[in-house]
């Protein structure tokens, strides 16, 4: 063949091949072509049969295959291969891990695919190949296309255009919300749990009985909540479901479900026998394993799978004495225990408008497209009712002329027009009696044709009425839905409600829980006076037998438990918080109290204490300022620490001394060895400030304080021994007055303890 011309043939000039137009209107108008491609023909379900377009084609061809509940399954890899062949131009893999899912129990709360052979768990298992399995349609499957070849639906050509596919089931069955759906589009995205189909058919119910539009408080008497395939309990509290329910978008708290089982000499175990929807069981494990290792629930002592068909997790605490509400709780908040489940009803209405639709809407949608299925199904089978009693009429007028009938078809070259002349028939009529088998002119068929003359004439005047009516459809669709709800109802094994609604649960204290999280057990805290902090275990240690760091000495030890927390103050009236679990270990000198605390490098420790909320405080400056404040406003959340004193440029924070419940007075000394006596009800309760002046120093600064009680006297430490103050009366004064010399024998370095 001869090479065209250059130039030459169809080719368009290159000028014809520019488009004159900014690059941004062409981005975005692809773009756009993409969006609304990804929107409509993958990621959002339609609102009428809760369908994406995979799914609903795979279902069609497994329809068209034949492949209902009651007959036998076939390869998966027939089917795959019909739905890329005839209607979805996509991998085969994607096609084949959405016939899986539709399979899955624990995944579908309704199944629409029987599948036979492997097709994945719970623990997160892949499905055999599709070579090696085979499915079939359910039930359910078999509702959602009721009615397909009926005129029900309107069909549009395939990709290629070889065939038809539907473009929406009939879905005599509420799928939407019944199975749920997820899906990420583009700038928007779907997530719709799994409902129990009897509550959802009881809200409808209630729509159509119901004189007066009900709202979507008066569904949620019907729909408790979702109804996932894998149990669990539900704890969302109930405001929270139906603000959810009633603006379209929301989440739920799903919990697993457990109970206490008890062994001997009074041990038990607790044995998770549902986990949330959409986690899989060997991550789970793995996961509170991890927990276990890394001491974050140090009260759990093992994990155990001993789940056959059914789910049975064994938890083992490590101490009979761990309360196993606390346990959970803690396994609630650090693992896939307790999951939310966001919702997120973003639809496709009408297969074409993607909005967001309240519960109440979701449901009027479904009962729309019912009528409007019911109406043309209705219609095209009055079509072929009177198709058939024109039939049927002919045939009559056979009987009745028999003999003329086969006269005109013997002697007749063209016995149709003849007939239709003779006996006026239409063409119809005609032609259905010229098929006629001879077998067929017996005196008994007659009589059936007859029978069943009558029971159309019936059919047809019913499906008129229908038709005409909008009432007598609604009153056809209840009785459906009433079907589908004794279909699907409690006392059914898929039908029975597997989630169940519990109550929301109470606010555990983060205190208590904290406290639960960590193994109780002894430790002495050694603070060193450059400010080295560690925690050795046990107590009654002898102080004699800590070392510290050359040119270092003791400054504080206390005894306390592992789950306490230890407060410290320093001079720059902050208090710090610190775990005692968190403690470096005993071994060595410790670590620098700074790297575990921001404590300045111009501050020091004044005081370390084992928290306690029940107690009181006096915290005062050495420029003699101070007030009394609880513990529970001592407490330190951050690393920072809580700032409690307010001291000046020239002062420090020097005293953090206890008040009894019994006190009621307070002795104080400076450093110019005065001491004062005055009631400790001059003296403010507060959570912040810089406070009173407790004590004047012309020249000194507060060096000590002490809260006692009058009737148990006043003591001071003398020689290692407890030295009472005989007569305190001269000591006697009002707040901030200057005081004066304290008794013989008080010790020269202002202290009293």
């Known amino acids: 063949m001869a090479r065209k011309a250059k130039g030459g043939g169809n080719a368009a000039p290159k000028e014809q091949m520019i488009v004159d137009q900014p690059l941004g209107d062409i981005l ?128 549009r050509p395939t990709y290629d255009g070889d065939s038809l596919e539907p473009i929406v089931m009939p879905a005599n069955f509420p799928n939407l919300l019944a199975n749920g759906s997820s899906g990420i589009a583009v700038g928007m995205a779907t997530n719709i749990p799994p409902h129990n189909v009897a509550e959802l058919c009881e809200a409808m119910e209630m729509m159509l009985d119901s004189d007066q539009e009900p709202e979507v408080k008066d569904l949620l008497k019907a729909v408790k909540g979702p109804d996932f395939p894998t149990g669990g309990i539900l704890v969302e509290p109930k405001n929270s479901i139906a603000e959810a329910y009633k603006t379209g978008r929301g989440s739920f708290r799903l919990r697993a479900r457990w109970e206490r089982e008890d062994g001997k000499r009074g041990t038990y175990q607790i044995i998770v026998t549902e986990i949330p929807y959409q986690v899989q069981k060997s991550k789970l494990i793995e996961r509170i394993a991890q927990l276990i290792t890394e001491r974050k629930i140090p009260m759990l002592d093992d994990v155990r799978d001993e789940s056959a068909e059914d789910i049975r997790l064994v938890l083992v605490p490590k101490s009979q004495n761990v309360e196993p509400e606390l346990l959970m709780e803690a396994l609630f908040r650090h693992s896939d225990l307790e999951v939310r489940f966001g919702l997120n009803m973003n639809v496709l209405d009408g297969g074409v408008v993607p909005r967001v639709m309240n519960l109440k809407e979701v449901l009027q949608a479904w009962l729309m497209h019912r009528q409007e299925v019911l109406v043309r199904r209705s219609q095209h089978r009055l079509e ?46 005609a032609e259905a009696i010229l ?38 459809q609604w009153k056809e669709i209840r009785a459906q839905i009433g079907e589908i ?202 959570a912040k400030g810089k406070g009173v002046i407790l004590q004047k120093y012309k020249d000194g600064r507060m060096a000590d304080a002490k809260a006692f009680n009058m009737k148990a006297g006043l003591t001071y430490m003398m020689r290692g021994a407890e030295t009472p103050v005989k007569d305190i009366k001269p000591w006697i004064g009002t707040r901030a007055q200057a005081g004066r010399i304290p008794p013989n024998g008080f010790p020269n370095r202002t202290k009293f303890s």
């Open 485 to 686: 709800r004794k279909m699907f109802g409690a006392d059914t094994a898929l039908g029975a409600r597997r989630t169940k609604i519990g109550k929301a649960p109470e606010p555990v204290d983060v205190e208590v829980l904290a406290e639960s999280l960590i193994e109780k057990e002894p430790v002495t805290v050694i603070c060193s006076d450059k400010g080295w902090l560690r925690g050795m275990k046990g107590h009654g240690h002898k102080p004699g037998d800590f070392k510290y760091k050359e040119g270092d000495k003791e400054g504080f030890i206390l005894e306390a438990q592992t789950t306490d927390r230890v407060s410290l103050f320093a001079t720059n009236g902050r208090f710090y918080t610190i775990g005692a679990d968190k403690l470096p270990p005993g071994r060595g000198f410790g670590e620098p109290v700074r790297l575990m605390i921001d404590l300045p490098n111009d501050a020091a420790i004044v005081s370390i204490r084992v928290y306690n909320p029940e107690e009181r405080f006096l915290v005062a400056s050495d420029d003699g300022r101070g007030f009394i404040v609880e513990a529970k406003d001592m407490l330190a959340q951050t690393k920072n620490g809580r700032q409690v004193l307010n001291v000046g440029d020239k002062a420090e924070a020097r005293i953090c001394v206890p008040v009894l419940p019994d006190a009621d007075y307070l002795a104080a000394i400076g450093t110019n060895r005065k001491m004062l006596v005055f009631p400790l009800s001059e003296i403010p309760v507060m």
């Open 435 to 472: 098929n006629m088998r001879l077998r067929s002119l017996r005196k008994l068929e007659e009589m059936e044709i007859k029978g069943e003359h009558d029971n159309l004439s019936k059919e047809r005047d019913h499906l008129k009425a229908l038709i005409k009516s909008e009432a007598k």
């Open 384 to 429: 072929a009712v009177l198709h058939r009693i024109e039939v049927l009429e002919g045939y009559l007028i056979v009987y009745l002329n028999i003999d003329k009938v086969i006269k005109i078809i013997r002697t007749k070259d063209e016995p149709k027009p003849e007939l239709m002349k003779a006996f006026k028939l239409t063409e119809v009529q």
């Open 28 to 155: 975005s108008g692809r773009y756009l072509s993409y969006a609304l491609s990804t929107i409509m023909s993958r990621s959002l379900p339609d609102v009428r049969d809760g369908l994406k377009p995979v799914h609903r084609r795979l279902l069609y061809a497994m329809y068209q295959l034949k492949l209902g509940a009651n007959t036998g399954p076939k390869k998966s890899a027939r089917v795959v291969g019909d739905v890329i062949g005839k209607f979805h131009p996509h991998g085969d893999q994607s096609v084949y891990d959405a016939l899986v899912r539709l399979a899955q129990d624990f995944a579908v709360r309704y199944p629409l695919v029987d599948g036979q052979g492997n097709f994945g768990n719970i623990d997160g298992d892949n499905a055999a190949a599709m070579r090696y399995t085979e499915a079939r349609l359910t039930k359910v499957a078999e509702l959602l296309m009721e009615g397909i070849d009926e005129n029900a639906v309107d069909f």
